[in-house]
């Protein structure tokens, strides 16, 4: 199972986009777990996300997750701030899953 983790100021705004990809990632046959959360309240949740997705309110803490968690993460980018703001899951999904699939195979 694919975990995703996307990171925001409160993890407010970012649960509509969980609730949106879970749908997407349903219809086309996938079972992810995904969640939504302030960085800081990540937790042991980042040594089993395979793709961390940034808010662009919080694009500043980019360097910070790649130098301590790049190693761990397969994939870890701040999302289109255009896709975010109309919470397009689908688009913001695959520009991350083709970079997965890019970075493990």
Known sequence: MLTI??????????????????????????????????F?????????TDILLIGPQVRHLLKKIQAEHGDKV??????NMSHY??????EIFEEAYREYIQKTN
Do not use: F
Not at 74 to 79: A, G, Y
């Open 5 to 38: 983790s996307l990171i925001c100021n409160l993890g407010m705004s970012t649960s509509i986009l969980v609730n949106k990809m879970t749908a997407y990632t349903k219809e086309k046959g996938m079972e992810i777990d995904v969640d939504a959360m302030p």
């Open 40 to 48: 800081d309240k990540m937790g042991d949740r980042i040594n089993k």
């Open 74 to 79: 397969p994939v870890i980018q701040v999302m």
């Open 85 to 90: 703001a109309l919470a397009k899951a689908g």
